[in-house]
């Protein structure tokens, strides 16, 4: 079993910057990780993913160039660097975690584990 809890989120204005972060426990080791995120009214959207041995990273097109995943085992902690925000960005980001690195993709449906969310709103 794997626990999930992001922070970091908050009010930010266009073309700033900010971290989340996303604590993770119990049985963690092996598990690849990721960042999806749902704005209202919009379905949940794929933003990153980092296997578990940080070697291999995937970017959603719209956040490429600006948002940076990384993960400190050692802490057992993924973190996302969002640079150049937008008001676009505006959304719930949710953490995930998988067995199977494929997974962590398109809308997430069968994803092992999910964080309960960190808003992050973008102003203009």
């Known amino acids: 079993q794997v626990q999930l809890v992001e922070s970091g989120g908050g009010l930010v204005q266009a073309g700033g910057s900010l971290r989340l972060s996303c604590a993770a426990s119990g049985r963690t080791f092996g598990y690849h990780m990721g960042w999806f995120r749902q704005a209202p009214g919009k379905e949940r959207e794929f933003v990153a993913s980092?296997?578990?041995?940080?070697?291999?990273?995937r970017y959603a097109d719209s956040v490429k160039g600006r948002f940076t995943i990384s993960r400190d085992n050692a802490q057992n902690t993924v973190y996302l660097q969002m640079n150049s925000l937008k008001p676009e960005d505006t959304a719930v980001y949710y953490c995930?975690?998988?067995?199977?690195?494929?997974?962590?993709?398109?809308?997430?449906?069968?994803?092992?584990?999910w964080g309960k969310g960190t808003l992050l709103t973008v102003s203009s």
């Open positions: 995930a975690a998988d067995r199977t690195y494929a997974s962590i993709q398109s809308d997430g449906n069968g994803v092992d584990y």
């Open positions: 980092i296997s578990w041995g940080g070697s291999s990273t």
